[in-house]
């Protein structure tokens, strides 16, 4: 493969959602993404990249397992032996732990790594923003941009950073989160030099962006789901965001968009491409997106495509799939099956298990759908519990019981506590 290295402005690529350390129904993802982490150091330095711009969700949990720790640094130091004169900036998302993820900056540092897992105020009140504004070098080795790097703040974190309101009537949470962003611009306005491009990374779900269906869950808390998209200023050249797994520009502005996730991370996510997205700057404009494909290792597949299948005729089509050979476990395709069923069957599920047994395949899920009238109840008996997000289960539950919507004190009470379950209290 050739080269595309240029020799003007500044050339960042953006990246988000690697979720090191996910498996999907137990089955490991730690082949995938050590494919996709070899390929990215091959196309960084490729393509001359001068900036590698990671919006968050670097690991699946709070308290990822060794080998995802293994697979981050050893992709750190890889990526400094290939392409020595890179700048990675790289922020909290909510699958993170700031702290965590924080605990080795001053080592990563020395490999030019800027990690930024929190917020915080100085003693004299101000914004502690020198971690948070990243001067960013161009092709010619001279500072060309300002990168703004804010990580995931939880609704904790907005109220106890952001001043108080006076505005009664206003959301508290995007009061203070467009506070937080006014004064963060302001700082790096005024630290800014002429002729540098203004960037910003975040994480977080923005009012316009499309999920993944049950892949993310909207966040931060309170009584809203999505954040304003003019909490970005007009003048930043380029907004790189992490949170939505699917890749996408925000608003018809081709300059803010959420990269994706470099690997499907549920079953619906095998039906969209996967990208890195390249971001090309002359001087303070941007001068073009654009974006690559990231390939895919391993096969997701489901029988069928689409809709649900008789017991026999799932049956029937696991039979005549390949039978397993010697070949690398975590290289087979992961597969879900989706049966309908007039009545409930118990043993459904055992029978596509024992038939997909010795099948060159990794069964994640049986899909069990209950019919009647001719189509699929949405919300039948048969429905599996376990291929909803916690928050759509505590809402059915709340209509079932009261025979009516949550309340939205009570929702913001359940999101916070899911929070603090799923990724440590708050910091």
Not at 151 to 175: G, H, N, Q, Y
Not at 345 to 363: C, F, H, N
Request: charged content about 25%; overall charge negative; some cysteine.
């Amino acid at each position: 493969m050739g080269s595309w290295v240029h020799t003007s402005g500044v050339r960042l690529l953006h990246t988000a959602d690697w979720h090191l350390g996910h498996t999907l129904r137990g089955h490991t993802r730690h082949a995938e993404h050590a494919h996709f982490l070899r390929w990215l150091v091959r196309t960084v330095v490729e393509r001359g990249v001068d900036a590698l711009l990671l919006a968050g969700d670097v690991f699946d949990a709070s308290n990822p397992p060794p080998p995802a720790w293994r697979l981050w640094f050893q992709f750190l130091g890889e990526l400094k032996r290939a392409r020595p004169g890179l700048q990675v900036v790289v922020i909290a998302g909510n699958h993170d732990s700031a702290a965590r993820l924080e605990a080795p900056r001053d080592l990563l540092a020395s490999f030019d790594v800027r990690v930024v897992g929190s917020i915080a105020r100085a003693a004299d009140g101000r914004l502690a923003t020198d971690d948070l504004l990243v001067p960013l070098r161009g092709a010619t080795g001279a500072e060309a941009a300002l990168c703004v790097a804010i990580p995931f703040l939880r609704s904790s974190d907005v109220m106890a950073l952001a001043p108080p309101t006076d505005t009664a009537e206003a959301d508290p949470l995007i009061d203070g989160m467009r506070a937080l962003h006014q004064e963060l611009f302001a700082a790096a306005r005024a630290r800014r030099r002429p002729g540098q491009a203004l960037l910003a990374l975040a994480h977080g779900y923005l009012v316009g962006g499309a999920t993944s269906e049950l892949s993310e869950r909207k966040v931060l808390g309170g009584n809203q789901h999505a954040l304003p998209i003019d909490l970005f200023p007009d003048d930043c050249a380029y907004v790189a965001l992490g949170h939505l797994h699917r890749p996408q520009p925000l608003g018809g502005r081709d300059h803010v968009r959420y990269s994706g996730s470099p690997i499907p991370l549920s079953m619906p996510e095998r039906e969209h491409a996967h990208h890195v997205v390249f971001a090309d700057l002359d001087g303070e404009r941007l001068r073009k997106v654009w974006s690559l494909r990231v390939p895919r290792l391993v096969p997701l597949w489901r029988i069928p495509e689409r809709g649900a299948l008789e017991p026999d005729a799932a049956l029937a089509a696991l039979a005549a799939l390949p039978e397993r050979g010697d070949g690398d476990d975590e290289l087979r395709p992961l597969l879900e099956v989706a049966v309908c069923l007039p009545q409930p069957s118990p043993a459904i599920g055992e029978r596509i298990a024992q038939a997909a047994a010795g099948k060159d395949v990794r069964l994640v899920r049986v899909d069990v759908q209950r019919t009647g009238d001719g189509g699929v109840l949405q919300a039948g008996g048969g429905e599996d519990l376990t291929a909803l997000q916690p928050e759509q289960v505590f809402v059915r539950r709340y209509r079932r019981d009261h025979d009516g919507e949550v309340p939205p004190a009570l929702l913001a009470a359940f999101r916070q506590l899911l929070d603090e379950v799923e990724h440590g209290a708050p910091r």
